[in-house]
């Protein structure tokens, strides 16, 4: 079981730019998370999706933030345009159906200069 | 809105000693998981409780939820360097998918 898989696991880039980032979750879990982690706010939940569509993104902390799930084994979080105070560690987890245990990825560690 | 508090949110202690942190929510829960995150790591599942006042043991590690089904604890016995790290809580209400994690407690255990 290869778990969660998020890419890039570091992004670093430049206040203006579009940041996309990706998760594969777990084969055959329904639910998808994503989480955004800082030392100020801790870790915020963002959106989350059921059977690919999206149930909660009231997380989102503005316009510049989408999510999208095209199928049940990928989805992207982009960021356009980037600021300074988006960077934070950006985790994707997924949750199969029945239990409501959440499997965490390793996170992208994402720095917007 | 829900709510998930945790304290304190930072201890240090020295290896051998217990630690405790404990966690309360603003509304009744269905259920409350518990996670550690490791520095520079991800969080990882720990147990789920579901019972008013259960209490359920891992090795040196024991989990407690309140009967109110509100709050929840985590008792380390004899803390060793390998435990090290964030502890979550996350609750769910029985209307909700997702979880409400609580805000965390680092534990730093000195050698």
């Known amino acids: 079981d290869a778990g969660v898989i998020q890419s890039p696991r570091h992004e670093v880039t430049e206040m203006g730019q579009e940041v996309t980032l990706r998760c594969k979750p777990i084969s055959g879990h329904n639910s998808l998370f994503w989480y955004r982690q800082t030392m100020m706010r801790g870790l915020e939940l963002l959106i989350y999706f059921n059977n690919n569509v999206p149930i909660d993104d009231s997380g989102m902390p503005e316009d510049r933030f989408s999510a999208k799930m095209p199928n049940a084994s990928f989805s992207t979080l982009k960021i356009q345009p980037s600021e300074p105070r988006d960077s934070a560690v950006y985790f994707c987890?997924?949750?199969?159906?029945?239990?409501?245990?959440?499997?965490f990825g390793p996170g992208t560690r994402l720095l917007v200069l | 809105g829900q709510q998930v508090m945790q304290i304190p949110q930072y201890q240090h202690v020295q290896e051998g000693e217990d630690f405790t942190t404990y966690c309360n929510s603003s509304?009744?829960?269905?259920?409350i998981q518990w996670y550690k995150q490791r520095p520079g790591g991800h969080p990882v599942f720990l147990i789920q409780?579901?019972?008013?006042?259960e209490v359920k043991k891992q090795k040196r590690l024991t989990f407690q939820f309140g009967e109110a089904k509100k709050n929840s604890s985590l008792h380390i016995t004899a803390t060793q360097t390998t435990d090290v790290g964030t502890y979550f809580c996350a609750g769910q209400d029985g209307g909700a998918n997702n979880l409400f994690f609580g805000t965390g407690t680092r534990l730093t255990v000195i050698p």
């Open positions: 987890a997924s949750r199969g159906g029945g239990s409501g245990t959440q499997y």
């Open positions: 409780l579901v019972k008013s006042g």
């Open positions: 509304t009744t829960l269905s259920n």
